[in-house]
């Protein structure tokens, strides 16, 4: 149980156009997603925390205008990277917490990721 | 706020060794602690978590840890290591009232040689 995957699992696109990555909980509710960007060889840095059917909270630093995320069903969630430059290049990873379970260890799912290059 | 340092960046170890990978936190108010484990190009999946309880915790794959309050560690464990272990292993702390976020350590890759 608890799974979450992601769509695509990598993807070229050219500068200036945007790309969308799928975020979906595969077999329970998630009432809350985020959306984490990984540079090579460091840690996860939160980009930004969507609950079902309203606003996301964006991090410090993070431009809400260009990386648009929408939530609005319980399993899915999508970012939309706008006019993508080389430097938005990365691994982007959603999470998942399962709405049912409780507040109790607060646990989250991870998808596998998404490879974004931007030529 | 709260923060999670890991202090090695990478491990080296020869297969079937012992291994210690360190974790110390930093909050001002209970927390619930966790270890993920990430292979390249994967995602994150959970090795272990405390959230309260037995301060030595088992996870998946022959790991374990302990969680000690009063140094405010939790250092990941194996008693004997494979080849298939190589991976980045982070330290994530949560508060444990009310839905909260995770923070991260900047993580520590485990090189397992033969």
């Known amino acids: 149980g608890a799974v979450v995957s992601q769509h695509p699992s990598w993807v070229i696109c050219k500068s200036g156009t945007s790309v969308k990555i799928e975020c979906r909980s595969l077999?329970?509710?998630?009432?809350?997603m985020f959306w984490y960007r990984q540079f090579p060889k460091q840690s996860l840095m939160l980009m930004a925390t969507?609950?079902?059917?309203?606003?996301?909270?964006?991090e410090q630093g993070v431009e809400k205008d260009k990386f648009l995320i929408n939530h609005a069903s319980l399993t899915l969630s999508t970012l939309t990277v706008t006019s993508a430059h080389p430097e938005d290049s990365s691994f982007y990873i959603c999470s998942a917490r399962d709405g049912t379970s409780g507040i109790v260890g607060n646990e989250q799912y991870f998808g596998p990721g998404t490879r974004l290059t931007v030529t | 706020a709260q923060s999670v340092t890991q202090l090695d960046s990478q491990v080296p170890v020869f297969e079937e060794a012992p291994v210690e990978l360190r974790c110390n936190y930093s909050?001002?108010?209970?927390?619930?602690l966790f270890w993920y484990v990430q292979y390249p190009n994967q995602g994150l999946q959970l090795l272990l978590k405390?959230?309260?309880?037995?301060?030595l915790v088992k996870g998946i794959n022959g790991f374990e840890a302990e969680f000690n309050k009063s140094q405010t560690s939790f250092h990941l464990r194996k008693p004997s290591v494979h080849i298939s272990d190589t991976a980045e292993y982070f330290c994530?702390?949560?508060?444990?009232?009310?839905?909260?976020?995770?923070?991260f350590g900047k993580g520590t890759m485990l090189l397992v040689s033969p």
């Open positions: 994530a702390v949560t508060l444990n009232s009310g839905y909260s976020t995770l923070t």
């Open positions: 969507s609950n079902e059917g309203s606003k996301a909270t964006y």
């Open positions: 405390y959230l309260s309880g037995s301060t």
């Open positions: 077999d329970f509710q998630a009432t809350t």
């Open positions: 909050s001002s108010v209970s927390v619930y």
